[in-house]
């Protein structure tokens, strides 16, 4: 299966990918932690799309797509794959049509999640993050057993740069101007399916399941 994660910043995609990933046996393809990678190595992508990222800007769509368009190509998603966070604009969205059609792929569900605005503020400047393997936690809603220590792998938690409140802000009206446009754009095509993402992440799980023919 060729899935699409739409959604504002903090709508719990990530959070929902984490299991995703292992239900439906696809790579889980996150562009922000292929970027939050490049920073963290210190390659040239990462200094470029940190100056952005930072501001709470989108990263130029030829940079992303160009990231995607590789990913894409590798052999683990011959089998189907979990878009994160990508595309973010329509013109990401249309790049992506026509790689998909290149490839003799397409795209079998847009899952959008809705959840107030209010709820994501909360949610983002919560969110924690794990070091080392990247889980995401929250401050109240998903605490972690030992606070500032990550489950599963026992590294640090920190707070990502941009989950500050002014970058927050900027981010959500970002998304509303540049992203929440793609809500139509796969309405059109037949593929959207909106989960109510303001609910406990187990029922969250069982919307997907239930918007994928699954029981979860
Ligand atoms: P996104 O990937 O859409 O930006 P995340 O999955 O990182 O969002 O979630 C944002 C924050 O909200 C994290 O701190 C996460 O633990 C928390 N969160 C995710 N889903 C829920 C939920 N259903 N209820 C409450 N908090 C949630
Ligand atoms: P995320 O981890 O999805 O919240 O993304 C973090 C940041 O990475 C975003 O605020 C953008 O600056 C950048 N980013 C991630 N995905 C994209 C994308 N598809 N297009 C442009 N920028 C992106």
Not at 51 to 69: C, E, F, H, S, W
Not at 73 to 97: H, I, M, S, W, Y
Not at 189 to 196: P, Q, S, V
């Amino acid at each position: 299966m060729n899935i699409i994660l739409l959604g504002p910043p903090g709508a719990g995609k990530g959070t929902q990918a984490e299991v995703l990933t292992k239900k439906l046996f696809v790579p889980h393809i996150s562009t922000g932690d292929m970027f939050r990678a490049a920073i963290s190595n210190g390659t040239a992508l990462g200094v470029e799309a940190k100056a952005y990222m930072d501001k709470g800007q989108l990263v130029p769509d030829a940079i992303t797509v160009g990231i995607i368009r590789d990913r894409i190509a590798q052999n683990d998603c011959k089998g189907g794959f979990l878009l994160d966070g990508f595309p973010r604009t329509v013109v990401q969205a249309e790049a992506l049509d026509e790689l998909l059609e290149k490839l003799g792929m397409n795209i079998d569900a847009v899952l959008n999640f809705s959840v107030p605005l209010d709820k994501l503020i909360v949610r983002l400047t919560g969110r924690r993050m794990c070091r080392g393997c990247g889980t995401i936690y929250h401050q109240l809603y998903h605490a972690p057993q030992k606070e500032g220590i990550c489950d599963s792998c026992g590294s640090e938690l920190y707070q990502r740069s941009d989950d500050k409140e002014e970058t927050v802000k900027n981010r959500l009206s970002v998304y509303e101007a540049q992203t929440a446009p793609l809500i139509d754009y796969y309405e059109a095509k037949g593929l959207l399916k909106t989960i109510n993402g303001d609910q406990p992440i187990n029922e969250v799980m069982k919307a997907l399941g239930a918007a994928l023919g699954q029981e979860w």
